[in-house]
């Protein structure tokens, strides 16, 4: 028998701040690059994993505007 880890849960809140430190823009409407997207802004939005995680940040960052 192997032994599984579990996930840890999603954490909007850090997802959001990890993005934003790389210099994406979030908010209700989605995500942009003003000053242009690199791999590493790629790589972040790709940890995401899954549209509902997506939209708890969306959701995070229009709820502090």
Do not use: I, W
Request: net charge negative; with cysteine; aromatic share 6%.
């Amino acid at each position: 028998m192997t032994a599984t880890t579990a996930k840890p849960p999603f954490d909007a809140e850090q997802s959001l701040a990890d993005l934003e430190a790389l210099g994406v823009v979030v908010s209700g409407f989605g995500f942009s690059f003003p000053d242009g997207c690199t791999a590493q802004m790629l790589d972040a939005l790709t940890a995401l994993g899954t549209t509902p995680n997506a939209r708890q940040v969306m959701a995070l960052a229009e709820a502090r505007s």
